[in-house]
């Protein structure tokens, strides 16, 4: 902390730029923290906040509803297969912590008290809230925590660049899913399985391959475990389509949607169950199967307003199929970027890059400088106009997701400029 003792103070933004209080223009290759959708000061979004801010600002969902809570619930039920209703809440790790407790207690409400436990996945990231800690346990972040977090079965995810020896890539891959299996087969305690959807992004941006969470997904129909996903950094056209369980195939139980539901201009979060999670919930007061969470600005209308007209835009726009166009600059930058002499692995899906820093590309040795790597990059990427931030010794690119070609072309160009000029602080 002490590293850090001035900020610089946004005052405006405008499309992928923002601008400082001295004047300064910086590219936002972050999306404001993985949440932009169509930049900044879009004027559709900015209608529909002021339309709603009107009429109704905020009113409590505890024996009351509102009509944009209702509308968004109906169409996040059309566009997610195979899900039955929401459950709002207002930020990533509360979605999560809400999933969680749906899993868990599913199992009393049927009458099945003995399935009480959580497996995931190895260096998973859910949030920062402590059931979200719990489920996605990343040492760095959270070792301090570790004596207060619940325990959890934890299973390996295959990592392309970092195979362990003795293994092809396959067959690590089919390692992974038979000790998950095996676990299955011999304990019949474990209520769900969490994961994120598509791959891992806050631990290192891990792209899970071909069919991994397919197999995954298969397990827990066949084992009678909860399938939970979160989507919350990975749906809504991050990784290229809208959901990635809907790219996958996957039927999951409950689904966790966050960030760019709104488009990143209000805070918003969803936890979506299917019929059977639902129903289980459903009895007399007295059964005391209800759900007791709440929020206070569960379903805010104007939250929900932005959050609509931010998704009837996705269609309006036809954004997925200009992400997967867009994205492919990012290929033609592979080879750049992998010349740079630290660059050990460049890992990449949709609007989603992660430039893994190593000192020795033969060894694969990650950076470790004295300082920190994000400071950095943080500075060096000021001098060069854009806002970067890293994640241990990942470099990630995350821009808003209508950023142009033009655009993007710009951002990785500076990327590798900021790269070479953090050289000699990071070695």
């Known amino acids: 902390m002490k590293e850090w003792s001035l900020f610089d103070e946004i005052t405006s933004a405008k499309g992928v730029w923002l601008r400082d209080s001295k004047g300064n223009k910086t590219l936002d290759a972050v999306a404001s923290m993985w949440c932009n959708v169509w930049g900044h000061s879009n004027q559709e979004l900015i209608n529909a906040i002021t339309n709603q801010s009107k009429k109704l600002q905020h009113s409590s969902m505890f024996n009351l509803t509102n009509e944009p809570a209702e509308k968004l619930a109906e169409y996040l039920v059309k566009i997610s297969p195979k899900m039955h209703k ?109 994961m994120e959807s598509g791959a ?140 740079i002499d630290i660059v050990g692995d460049i890992r990449h899906k949709g609007m989603l890059m992660g430039i893994e820093l190593v000192t020795d590309k033969k060894k694969k040795t990650p950076i470790h400088p004295k300082k920190s790597i994000n400071k950095i990059f943080f500075e060096e990427g000021k001098r060069h106009g854009i806002y970067l931030r890293t994640l241990g010794n990942i470099v990630m690119i995350v821009p808003p997701l209508a950023i142009t070609k033009k655009e993007l072309e710009l951002l990785l160009e500076k990327t590798i400029l900021t790269i070479k000029a953090a050289r000699a602080q990071v070695i």
Not at 177 to 182: A, D
Request: aromatic content about 16%.
């Open 86 to 194: 929401v459950f709002y809440s207002d930020n990533g790790s509360s979605a999560m912590e809400i999933a969680i407790k749906m899993a868990l207690q599913y199992w009393k409400n049927i009458g099945e008290k003995n399935k009480t436990k959580i497996a995931t996945l190895e260096n998973g990231y859910h949030g920062d809230t402590f059931g979200a800690m719990s489920v996605g346990y990343v040492p760095e972040f959270f070792g301090k925590f570790k004596k207060q977090l619940f325990t959890t079965l934890q299973f390996p995810v295959p990592n392309k660049y970092r195979v362990p020896k003795g293994f092809t890539f396959l067959d690590y891959q089919n390692h992974c899913l038979e000790k998950i299996e095996n676990e299955f087969a011999k304990r019949n305690n474990i209520a769900a399985f969490i």
């Open 200 to 339: 891992q992004v806050a631990g290192g941006v891990i792209i899970y391959p071909k069919g991994f969470q397919n197999k995954i997904n298969k397990l827990c129909k066949e084992y009678d475990v909860i399938f939970v996903l979160d989507e919350i950094a990975t749906g809504f056209g991050r990784l290229g389509s809208m959901f990635q369980f809907q790219e996958q195939k996957n039927t999951p139980d409950i689904v966790a949607y966050g960030k760019m539901l709104t488009g990143g201009y209000l805070t918003m979060a969803a936890t979506l169950t299917s019929k059977k999670v639902y129903d289980s919930f459903l009895g007399e007061f007295n059964d005391w199967k209800h759900l007791f969470h709440g929020h206070t600005y569960t379903g805010n209308p104007i939250a929900a307003a932005v959050a609509l007209e931010n998704l009837k835009m996705y269609k309006k726009y036809k954004l997925i199929e200009k992400i997967q166009s867009t994205s492919k600059i990012f290929e033609k930058y592979y080879q750049k970027i992998l010349e």
